[in-house]
């Protein structure tokens, strides 16, 4: 049977646009995956690889006319977006590339030998190594940030790691080129091509996570199919870690004081981050914890006339069209639920925002509006309006893992007074980053940032966005008793390498 066609579609119109490639097929796997594998020695030495990610965005920075256009002709996302995302994308590489010219990720750490010790130490040195090859799937919802040269990638490629990347459907042709700008930057700096290779099609994807030379694989997406892909890769005979972003409501907390203060500055705050892209950030806030009485009516105001300016828009693709209308309709169909502005169809090819609001006593045990508290994507937040903190404190405790939580205050919270570090408090064990009157849309690549958080947000305690992302890719070791010859050069008496390392407890900091 002949390959399936991939197709790249226009969102606008749901119409194809041309035939990009073929799904790969099982044996295509296979040989893309054993090509990287033997591709692994190639990436060895650090200041290739900081050469190789500064190529990289070098090339994407030159190519920048075409891959943004290839990019808003297939996810409809305009070219102030993702002029902004591929700025986000190179400045990511070029990232990696100091933290791999510092080296302070490799975690070196060296113990000499202490017969004075009881019982007596013996040499001991140890650093982290490279997994092997990485599997990366590619995101809907950012076609260069999160996909072919995105996160994963960068951090993969830095850590020592061939990668393979399973394009996503919705961006295929911006996949392809973003794979040859790649591959070229690859071959510029004297590396295999096959460094980075690209596959295309569902069963690639299930095919990729089961190969057994395939050692990590790192997913952004639903969590129908993350979840999937973890259990194939628990399920392997020598399972493999699996890092996934599956899921994340990213909920928000608004306490009277604050909504009483500037209701009308949180109601159209409120509306920019949930709208943002028409709704499909991973980030966006999908939920709402926001006082009964007067200050919250202010605040559903703001909310109600600034969602009531924004246009209709398209989403990534028809099926998740599809999705987010039904989403909507199962929502305010709910009894008690009301919608001041009513999300949903906005013509054939488009959506319009909107909210939905309700009690939030009736969230507060097991029932029939537990939907409320699973993502839709989309431009659509739920409002749950609370009476007292008792009712806070329960609908927290009901809420799954995210990738983000927000707290409201006003200033005398925030100055200490009230339940401000309370609040804070009740929702740290939620999500991976805390926000403290501001909103989560927004993903700053920065060495403190950590873009994960308790399951369904992720299936691991990592984190994909920052420095510390390379860690995913790497695994400790430890040489007992090696002579010096053979230690590898970061682990040598005296620094041969000019690395940070900690040498007998104490810090040992090159001179720069």
Known sequence: MAAAPVWS?????????????????????DRVVRSAHAARP???????????????????????EHVIEAANAETALGPTRLTGELARTTAQLRAFAEVVDEGAYL?????????NRTPPWPDLRRYKIPLGVVAVYSASNFPLAFSVPGGDTASALAAGCPVVVKAHPDHPATAELCASVLRRAAKQVGLPEDVLSLVHGFEAGVELVRHPLVAAAGFTGSVRGGRA?????AARPAPIPFHGELGSLNPVVITEEAAAERAEQIGSGLAGSMTLGEGQFCTKPGFVLAPAGDAGDRMLKSLTDAVSETEPGVMLDHRMRGAFVEGVRERADLPFVEAPITPGSGGDHTV??????LPARLLAADGPHDLLLEECFGPVTVVARYESDDEITAVLGRL??????????????AAGEGRGAELLAELTPLAGRVLVDGWPTGVAVAPAQHHGGPYPATTSTSTSVGATAIERWLRPVTYQTTPEALLPPELRDGNPLGLPRRVDGRRETPAS
Do not use: Y
């Not at 190639?42 to 920048?64: G, K, N, P, Q, Y």
């Not at 892909?229 to 890769?233: I, N």
């Open 9 to 29: 579609v226009d969102p606008r119109t749901g119409n194809p646009r041309e035939q990009v490639a073929v799904e790969s097929t099982a044996e295509e796997i």
């Open 42 to 64: 190639a990436l060895a030495d650090r200041s290739v690889r900081a050469r190789l990610l500064r190529t990289a965005a070098d090339l994407l920075d030159e190519a920048r």
């Open 107 to 115: 975690d070196v750490h060296i113990d000499h030998a202490d017969a």
């Open 229 to 233: 892909l973890f259990d194939a890769a």
């Open 352 to 357: 319009s925002a909107g909210f939905l609001s």
């Open 400 to 413: 799954p893992g995210n990738l983000t939580a927000t707290l409201h205050l006003s200033a005398a919270e």
